[in-house]
């Protein structure tokens, strides 16, 4: 299972935040197609388009369509890095138009949250967390829950999509850079999107027990 990607080379590639930036310079004028993405980047890039992928999610924006598009596409990113084999997606995916003109500023509003990620992230930082092949089986798979917990129908509550987008961040930034603490904190921030969903539907649950009372008393 090759699911190892070198830690970024600053001098060669620049930094993550100058890559993701260069990716969304280069996004086309009218639509985004998906397949269009993974030519620029190949293979050796998935983590990186993941990086961008997640942008769109930490900022109060809504882009319809996006979280499913991009949570689906991050979700086979996973699976892939799981089995050690090249992506697939399916043609209504990697092909499915997603207005350019929308995306591009709120990805490049959500850079700032690279800029500040980079400034902590260390590589090899508790290299335990972030090395070897049964803890990359667990953070992939954590990696994969982050995903679908992305692509859950609460888009329209706040931080339903910031919280699973922040815990892909950091595990992309911390899988790139065999950074154990970003990796630890995307765990953290997987695991606060859990019980913030618990809270939502046990919320939603009492409300509409309260409602069945109210009207059936």
């Not at 996973?78 to 084999?85: A, Q």
């Not at 917990?149 to 609460?154: H, T």
């Not at 953290?188 to 809270?199: E, H, K, Q, R």
Request: net charge positive; hydrophobic share 50%.
């Amino acid at each position: 299972m090759n699911t190892h990607e070198p830690a970024v080379d600053a001098a060669a590639e620049g930094s993550l935040g100058e890559q993701v930036a260069r990716l969304i310079d280069e996004l086309p004028h009218d639509h985004l197609r998906l397949d269009e993405l993974l030519k620029r980047v190949g293979d050796e890039g998935l983590l990186l388009l993941t990086v961008m992928m997640t942008l769109v999610f930490l900022i109060p924006v809504s882009i319809p369509g996006v979280s499913t598009v991009f949570g689906a596409a991050i979700v086979l990113i996973g699976i892939s890095r799981l089995s050690g084999r090249a992506l697939w997606l399916p043609q209504r995916i990697a092909q499915r138009p997603l207005s350019a003109q929308k995306l591009r500023p709120a990805l490049t509003r959500g850079l700032v949250w690279i800029g500040r990620l980079e400034r902590i992230s260390r590589p090899q930082r508790l290299a335990r967390l972030a090395n070897g092949r049964m803890i990359d089986l667990v953070n992939n798979l954590c990696f994969i829950a982050a995903a679908l917990l992305l692509m859950a129908p609460f888009g329209f509550i706040p931080f339903s999509n910031t919280l699973p987008g922040l815990a892909l961040l950091l595990y992309a930034i911390g899988m790139i850079q065999r950074d154990g603490g970003a990796v630890l904190l995307g765990h953290l921030a997987n695991i606060a999107t859990v019980v913030y969903f618990g809270f939502l539907i046990g919320g939603g649950g009492a409300a509409m027990h309260g409602l069945w009372q109210h009207f059936s008393g």
